[in-house]
């Protein structure tokens, strides 16, 4: 008789000799193709052996996609692989870590009908840190659940995943052989970069990008005059819209403006920038005249007069004038014929 594994306390052993594993136990064996498959549930994974004993590699739960692709957690290396329909080596998801995207030991994939990708992961060794992490199906990262901080503390071992049709997600927990339910929803973050694009004396052009996580159904655009209480104007845009103009500004005055995208919850977040309207009109180098909505100084009170009455009865005078010297030209040259 000959043993394959042993009880020890080591992550794995050196090619040609046994592999030993911390804390587990198989629960489930099987033979094919001259190799030895086994789940070791202390560790939530499945080890595979070749006859003689020796390691050939482990992995966590995997997950086929609509298009045959298969996800493999692999554990050891802290990224999930990606293998086409006939098993030959596609990409992979994430890198050993802490961080957004990356992993300390990915255990099991699920795949939801969107194509979106979840991915549980844990310190095995300590059992906290626990999360389940989403991706896109290009493999951009979308964002986490972070299990732990729900778990009051108490170690959590995320060994099963599944996402049902209205994309609710299952968690099984084997520590406390609990499953539990999830939304399948990444909280939404803040619309981000948002600039100004183009300045006028009336006028503001700005812009700004999708949030990083969660879907926005729409976006609310307010401004004020800078320190002024008083909102200015409140704008709504689809979700899809990454840009307004916020027109009948004062001249050369400061505006505080809000972005705030809003998913189909009610939840909201919110950006903000300062812009400034220009102070001179740049087709023409002279002010214009001030809008409603904030003070006019004499100047402009002056200048308002100016354009709105004067400047048509000068042009009214000077072509009665042309009008006046043309007929005396014409009596003129009458005369001298």
Known sequence: ???????????????????????????????????????????????VFNTDGSSVLRFGSPAI????????????????????A??????????????????HNPIAVSIDIHGNIFVSDVDIGSLQEARVEKFAADGTFLGEINLSEHANGQPFAPAGLV??????LYVSD??????????NRVALSAPTNPVIRNQDTDSLHISWQAPSHGTVSTYTVRYRLSGSND???????SGNTLSATLA?????????????????????????ITGTTSAMSPSSGRSRVGVPGAPQTGFETVRRIAENTLL????IIVVLGLVIHMVSRTVSIRRRL
Request: with cysteine; proline share 4%.
């Open 1 to 47: 008789m000959k043993n394959i594994g042993t009880a020890e306390c080591q992550e794995e052993g050196n090619s040609g000799s046994p592999a030993q594993y911390e804390e587990s136990y198989s629960y489930g064996v099987t033979v094919k193709d001259g190799k030895v498959y086994f789940a070791a549930r202390g560790r939530y994974e499945v080890w």
């Open 65 to 84: 996609d609509a298009n045959g692709n298969i996800y493999v957690p692999d554990i050891p290396t802290g990224r999930v692989q990606k293998f086409d």
């Open 86 to 103: 006939s098993g030959n080596y596609f990409s992979q998801l994430g890198s050993q870590g802490t961080g957004p995207g990356q992993f």
């Open 163 to 168: 996402t049902d049709l209205d994309g609710t």
């Open 174 to 183: 084997l520590a406390s052989s609990v499953i539990s339910v999830w939304s």
């Open 231 to 237: 909102l200015c104007k409140v704008i709504t845009y």
């Open 248 to 272: 009948g500004l004062a001249i050369g005055a400061t505006y505080d403006i809000e972005i705030t995208a809003t998913d189909d919850t009610g939840t909201s977040t919110t950006a903000t």
């Open 312 to 315: 048509p009865v000068l042009t």
